[in-house]
């Protein structure tokens, strides 16, 4: 058996071991695509409204693709980084539903013989929703006129209005029936909490 076999076999034992651990973990290659996901990765998906981004479909995709435009150099630079250095990296950010608010740890490592990454995203935090989230209803406020997009905070999820875009309320029930026009962005609490490099500049 030579070397290359013998690495396919060894990665195909990790990729074994790593399907059914309960945290969404992901490959990236040196172009950052998606080269595999495990089942928590689908889990997650089907749970939070995203069918349409099961790893059948996700595979081969650039992981960016999937990451709002306003956090996209923030990931490209810690990617990178671990490309280069080999030293791992770790960020926690939030992503809560309707009813849950959660908070994911997520570690990245490179990856030594495919010169790519392997991305665990490990739940930190779920506990329900306190009162200090007040739901909102469904508003025309949350529409942009023109163009009926509705934004959502990629993390805390509360929705941004557009009479006053400072503004950002929690309207649950944009999670649980997301509108066609839907975008993310990133609201000043979750900027200035999980990406204060961001907010600085």
């Known amino acids: 058996m030579d070397r290359?076999?013998?690495?396919m076999?060894?990665?195909?034992?990790?990729r074994k071991n790593l399907e059914d651990d309960p945290s969404?973990?992901?490959f990236l290659d040196s172009q950052l695509h998606i080269t595999h996901c495990n089942a928590a990765w689908d889990r997650f998906a089907m749970e939070n409204g995203g069918q349409n981004l099961n790893r059948q479909y996700m595979v081969g995709k650039p992981v960016l693709d999937s990451v709002p435009q306003v956090l996209k150099s923030f990931y490209?630079?810690?990617?990178?980084?671990v490309l280069a250095s080999r030293k791992p990296w770790a960020h926690t950010y939030e992503?809560?539903?309707?009813?849950?608010?959660?908070?994911f740890?997520?570690?990245?490592?490179?990856?030594?013989e495919k010169n790519g990454l392997l991305v665990v995203n490990s739940l930190s935090v779920?506990?329900?929703?306190?009162?200090?989230?007040?739901?909102?209803?469904?508003?025309?406020?949350?529409?942009?006129?023109?163009?009926?997009?509705?934004?959502l905070c990629s993390h805390c999820r509360r929705t941004q209005r557009v009479d006053h875009k400072e503004i950002w309320d929690w309207v649950p029930a944009y999670l649980e029936r997301p509108p066609m026009t839907i975008s993310h962005g990133l609201c000043p609490v979750c900027m200035v909490?999980?990406?204060?490099?961001?907010?600085?500049k």
């Open 193 to 200: 909490v999980y990406y204060p490099e961001l907010f600085e």
């Open 95 to 103: 992503c809560s539903s309707a009813n849950t608010f959660r908070t």
């Open 4 to 7: 290359n076999t013998a690495f």
């Open 126 to 151: 779920e506990r329900p929703h306190g009162r200090d989230r007040e739901p909102h209803q469904v508003s025309p406020v949350y529409s942009a006129p023109h163009s009926g997009f509705v934004t």
């Open 76 to 81: 490209i630079k810690a990617y990178q980084k």
């Open 105 to 112: 740890h997520m570690s990245v490592y490179s990856d030594l």
């Open 24 to 26: 969404v973990i992901y």
């Open 9 to 14: 076999d060894v990665e195909g034992v990790i």
